[in-house]
């Protein structure tokens, strides 16, 4: 089974682990979390999630913040991207799809990652489309509601 490893900053890491331990209880040993301080050198930050990133061994699928930051550096030094991939942009929906599908084999669980975190942004109406109208303030405009 496939580990997912959660690098961001303080405190985002530990607070999407713990929401996906709240879907999934069950999911603690197969998720680990590294919140990175502001104040952190990052050498030590890297040696860090090495040693925690080896306690699990096997592969693992790697889940940052934002693309460019301290925490997806610290994590781009620890992909090979045969044992372990790395993912930015981590959302509750990205990580919640890779816990459901850990047991699968890493390419798959990187396109279910990314289409759980993908699928998981969308805007939402306030009212359904069939029932908003058209507000029309200019008593010259005589266009028509389609």
Do not use: W
């Not at 209880?25 to 050498?43: E, H, R, W, Y």
């Not at 090495?50 to 790697?62: E, T």
């Amino acid at each position: 089974m496939n580990h997912i490893f959660i690098i961001a900053h303080a405190p985002l890491a530990s607070a999407l682990r713990a929401c996906a331990l709240h879907v999934f209880p069950d999911c603690g040993s197969g998720v680990t979390a590294l919140d990175i301080p502001p104040n952190m050198p990052p050498a030590e930050s890297v040696a860090q999630a090495r040693v925690m990133l080896q306690q699990h061994g096997g592969d693992a699928l790697l889940l940052t913040d934002v693309f460019g930051a301290t925490p997806s550096n610290i994590a781009k030094q620890l992909t090979d991207g045969i044992r372990t991939r790395l993912l930015t942009g981590v959302n509750l929906p990205m990580l919640l799809r890779a816990v459901t599908y850990r047991h699968e084999p890493l390419d798959v669980l990187v396109q279910r990652a990314l289409a759980g975190g993908s699928q998981g942004v969308m805007q939402v109406a306030v009212t359904a489309p069939q029932n908003q109208t058209l507000k029309n303030h200019d008593p010259d405009n005589h266009q028509s509601q389609q």
